[in-house]
């Protein structure tokens, strides 16, 4: 089974500038999450879909994030303007159950 | 509101050795729990969960954990440990009856010396 797959895994902005990153989730897991790690934290959420509907975007700074989850399959992440506190690297998951969830190998974001 | 803490930050231990990373948290309800391990630039990857039934959990790559619940913890632990379990480990806790929202400990980085 392929696992959850993101891109680019590597992006370098300046601020102001926008960025979006892509996730592709397990086949067949209806919920995925984005997450926000910085360095030397855990992951936060950022925002929770089940199929193409928002769960939780309690914690999406809304003022300059945005995510959409199209089909209920993909979904891109989106930061305009960028700021230098959003230097980060940014984990999408799924999940079939809700409990367990898969992570993708990230996007380490480098905000100048 | 719902809290994980992992008190070490950093532990080195010789490779061999045997290692237990320490994870309490704070919640009314029964949570269920994880341990992830994330290698320097890599994701996270579970190593073994518990919802319920026996206490003592085995996971992948030889890590196993207990849930006490009269302590509040999941400490993680393995018997001899490899140099290639160097990594950061993350303990998290899912509390049953919402959302399914994972809630990560800051995470403990495993050094291993030779």
């Known amino acids: 089974e392929a696992g959850v797959a993101q891109s680019p895994r590597y992006k370098i902005i300046e601020k102001r500038q926008s960025v979006a990153f892509w996730c592709n989730p397990i086949?067949?897991?209806?919920?995925l999450y984005w997450y926000q790690q910085i360095l030397g934290q855990g992951p936060k959420l950022l925002i929770q879909?089940?199929?193409?509907?928002?769960?939780?975007d309690s914690q999406l700074p809304k003022d300059r994030f945005s995510a959409e989850r199209l089909k209920g399959v993909d979904s891109t992440l989106k930061i305009q303007p960028a700021k230098l506190e959003d230097s980060a690297v940014y984990l999408c998951?799924?999940?079939?159950?809700?409990?367990?969830?898969?992570f993708g190998p990230g996007t380490r974001l480098t905000v100048t | 509101a719902q809290s994980v803490t992992q008190p070490d930050i950093h532990i080195t231990v010789s490779e061999g050795a045997s290692l237990e990373l320490r994870c309490n948290y704070s919640?009314?309800?029964?949570?269920?729990l994880f341990w992830y391990v994330q290698s320097p630039g890599q994701g996270l990857q579970l190593l073994l969960k518990?919802?319920?039934?026996?206490?003592l959990v085995q996971g992948i790559k030889g890590f196993e954990a207990e849930f006490k619940r009269s302590q509040s913890s999941f400490n993680l632990r393995k018997p001899s440990v490899h140099w290639s379990d160097a990594a950061e480990y993350f303990c998290a806790v899912v509390v049953t009856g919402t959302a399914s929202k994972l809630t990560f400990g800051t995470g403990t980085r495993l050094q291993v010396t030779l």
């Open positions: 086949s067949g897991h209806a919920t």
């Open positions: 879909f089940q199929n193409n509907g928002v769960v939780d």
């Open positions: 998951a799924s999940s079939r159950d809700g409990y367990e969830q898969y």
């Open positions: 919640y009314g309800a029964t949570p269920y």
């Open positions: 518990y919802f319920s039934g026996d206490t």
